[in-house]
Structure formats: C-alpha cells, structure tokens
C-alpha cells in the first residue's frame, strides 16, 4: 500500500512535470530586432592619417638654432580619412627638455611655431586614397637652459600627432 501511494504521488509529480516542459516546449520564442531608420543618408566620420616612422633633424648645438630647414626636414603627412582634419604635433613625453625646443611651420621661412602650440588642416582626399600636405620642423637651441654634460649622439623621442575632425 505505501509502495503503491508512493508510486501514486511519483506519476503525478513526473505528469506534471512533463506537462511543464510541454508548455515551454509551446511556447513562442520572440525576439525584439530594433532599427533606426534615415531618410537621408548619415555621415560617419573617419579621422586617419598616416606620418613618417623617422626624421632626422640633423646636427645642432645648444645654443645655437639649426638653420632654416632645407627639404630634408619637410615632412610629409597623409589624410586617408574623408573629413578634413587639424594636426597637432605633440611631444609623447612632456618631460623630454631637447626636443621641447622643436619648431614648425609650413614654410621654410616661417613663422615657427613651438611644438604644441603649432597646428595645420589638411583637406579630405576628393575620391578616397589620401591627401598629402606637409610642413617644416627645425629644433633651436638657443634658449635652452638645461644642464647637458655632454654631447646627446642620436638623441631620440617620440612625437605623437594629434588629429581631430575639421
């Protein structure tokens, strides 16, 4: 009698269980998809550009300023992106004191303009592909009032060009 009470509360806890699962088994699966819909086509900006790995300033002494840069200091830079940009070169190591003296301009005569103080607008590329302009960097050394103990040979430091939407 218990085996058969037992086995009594058994089938009606398996029937209702299997009548669970039939009812989730049914059951719709739904799925929310959402859009946003323009009547007009959207712009999306891309900001790119490509700059040189290396440039060599040449040979300066402290306390004196490298001559009017010839081409070998004109550098090339690259808007691949398709919107208009301003460049701002920057030192990527604001404790470095020797090239903190770096100057630009976009032309050899000037002015010149400290780095990060200097800023230039390259246009967008017409059909995709790039737009190349360029500018001058010369590095003077006349003011500088650091404490060298000796000759800097291939003195290097990282510049980082910062580039927003025109």
Do not use: C, W
Request: hydrophobic residues 40%.
């Amino acid at each position: 009698m218990i085996i058969m009470r037992n086995m009594y509360y058994f089938a009606i806890v398996i029937g209702f269980l299997l009548i669970g699962f039939m009812a989730f088994a049914s059951g719709d699966y739904l799925t929310d998809f959402e859009a946003d819909i323009y009547a007009v086509p959207q712009f999306t900006a891309n900001v790119s550009l490509q700059v040189p790995n290396y440039v060599y300033i040449g040979n300066v002494t402290v306390g004196e300023k490298q001559a009017n840069p010839t081409s070998a200091n004109k550098i090339y830079i690259n808007n691949t992106g398709n919107v208009d940009i301003r460049i701002t070169p920057l030192l990527h190591n604001s404790s470095e004191q020797i090239f903190s003296y770096l100057y630009f301009s976009t032309t050899t005569t000037g002015p010149y303009q400290r780095i990060g103080n200097f800023s230039f607008v390259i246009t967008a590329p017409t059909t995709g592909g790039y737009r190349a302009d360029y500018f001058y960097a010369k590095l003077d050394l006349t003011n500088y009032t650091g404490n060298l103990t000796g000759d800097l040979i291939a003195h290097r430091t990282k510049i980082r060009f910062d580039a927003a939407a025109q």
